[in-house]
C-alpha cells in the first residue's frame, strides 16, 4: 500500500508525459545571501562589542544597550550571565565597578561570505580576557549571532 509517508523526497518528480523535471533548491529565507563587500567594516564593532559585554557583565552597563547588535539567543544568554553576576555581587555584598579595559585588535576570519569569525583580547589589570564574537550579515548590517567570553 502506498500512502504518503511511503514517498521518497530524493528522487525526482516525473511529468504526466514522464519527463524528469528539475528540482530548485529551497531557498533558506531565515538568512539571506549576504555578501560580505557590501557590509561595513565589522572591526569597531567587533571592539565595541567587547567593551560593551565586558561592562554588562561588570554590572554597570545595561543589557538592553546591545540588543540591537545580537540574536536572541545571544541576548538570552547575556542575561542569564548578567543574572548571575548580579547574585553573586548581591551575596558578597560588592558594588558593581567600571572595569579598567584594554580592547586589542580583533582576529579575523571569515568561513564563508557574509559572516566574520573574531577573537578579541580584553585586557585588564589583574586578568585577560578573550571574547569570541560571530557576526553574520543581516538586512545591510552586521548583527551577532554567538558571544562568547573566556
Known amino acids: 500500500m502506498n500512502t504518503a509517508f511511503d514517498y521518497d523526497f530524493r528522487t525526482t518528480p516525473e511529468t504526466p508525459s514522464g519527463a524528469k523535471t528539475k528540482t530548485r533548491p529551497v531557498a533558506d529565507f531565515a538568512r ?5 563587500a557590501s557590509l561595513p567594516d565589522p572591526a569597531p564593532l567587533l571592539v565595541n ?49 567600571r572595569p579598567r579595559l584594554t580592547v586589542g585588535e580583533p582576529r579575523v576570519t571569515e568561513p564563508c561570505s557574509g559572516v566574520v569569525e573574531a577573537v578579541v583580547m580584553a585586557h585588564q589589570p ?25
Open 126 to 150: 589583574m586578568r585577560s580576557r578573550a571574547v569570541a564574537i560571530r557576526l553574520e550579515g543581516m538586512h545591510g548590517r552586521w548583527r551577532a549571532s554567538a558571544i562568547t567570553v573566556l
Open 49 to 97: 562589542l567587547t567593551r560593551c559585554v565586558i561592562e554588562i557583565l561588570a554590572g554597570v552597563r545595561e543589557l538592553d544597550q546591545v540588543a540591537r547588535w545580537v540574536d536572541d539567543g545571544v541576548f538570552l544568554n547575556l542575561l542569564r550571565r548578567v543574572t548571575i553576576a548580579a547574585r553573586s555581587r548581591a551575596v558578597t555584598g560588592e558594588q558593581a565597578r
Open 32 to 36: 539571506p545571501a549576504i555578501d560580505t
